[in-house]
T-cell receptor, first 112, second 112 residues
Framework: LAKTTQPISMDSYEGQEVNITCSHN???????ITWYQQFPSQGPRFIIQ???TKVTNEVASLFIPADRKSSTLSLPRVSLSDTAVYYC?????????????FGSGTRLLVRP | GAVVSQHPSWVICKSGTSVKIECRSL??????MFWYRQFPKQSLMLMAT?????????EQGVEKDKFLINHASLTLSTLTVTSAHPEDSSFYIC????????FGNGTRLTVT
């Protein structure tokens, strides 16, 4: 299982774009990259998933370079409610056991 | 996406008693579910993989006789914390094995 490394914390202000980068140097060929958001006393919430290049949905974008050894979650125009912990995980989604190991995550604080 | 329901959302019990936590997959038949534990300000730690109709697989360091897992149907997995002690106080989260992984809202266990 690929290990991920993220910054421990980040600060931002309302309305700014936030980019959180995750390193996963030993990502395997079948591994996908998935990002989750967690608020205190809640379970993680799925944000976005990708394999390569760029993926965009209504809340975020995910940029993955060609070597796939890192990925960047981009949150456009953050608000106070985006203050949370963000986790980057990699794993083989075609594997029936598909267990995900969480790294330390990035604690994002959005200030007014 | 998959809807995962956990019950109870919080529980307080006395030291030495047992507590059962339920995890239900409401819209997906889950042959595999995962149980995580999270201490304050820390990341999620995988405890075990729950397999429908067979024994659970426990991560290293997790006592299988203390954390009993039963996955009797495709929609329900239960985690029983036996002879709970204050150090078992934590946030327990289950997830359903599908891509992407979906999580329950967690159960806050406090052992007095």
């Amino acid at each position: 299982l690929a290990k991920t490394t993220q910054p421990i914390s980040m600060d931002s202000y309302e309305g700014q774009e936030v980019n959180i980068t995750c390193s996963h140097n030993n990502i395997a060929t079948n591994d996908y990259i998935t990002w989750y958001q967690q608020f205190p006393s809640q379970g993680p919430r799925f944000i976005i998933q990708g394999y390569k290049t760029k993926v965009t949905n209504e809340v975020a974008s995910l940029f993955i370079p060609a070597d796939r050894k890192s990925s960047t979650l981009s949150l456009p125009r953050v608000s106070l409610s985006d203050t949370a912990v963000y986790y980057c995980l990699v794993g083989d989604r075609m594997d029936s056991s598909y267990k995900l190991i969480f790294g330390s995550g990035t604690r994002l604080l959005v200030r007014p | 996406g998959a809807v995962v329901s956990q019950h109870p959302s919080w529980v307080i019990c006395k030291s030495g008693t047992s507590v059962k936590i339920e995890c239900r997959s409401l819209d997906f038949q889950a042959t595999t579910m995962f149980w995580y534990r999270q201490f304050p300000k820390q990341s999620l730690m995988l405890m075990a993989t729950s397999n429908e109709g067979s024994k659970a697989t426990y991560e290293q360091g997790v006592e299988k006789d203390k954390f009993l897992i039963n996955h009797a149907s495709l929609t329900l997995s239960t985690l029983t914390v036996t002879s709970a002690h204050p150090e078992d106080s934590s946030f327990y989260i289950c997830s359903v094995s599908r891509s992407p992984l979906h999580f329950g809202n967690g159960t806050r266990l406090t052992v007095t």
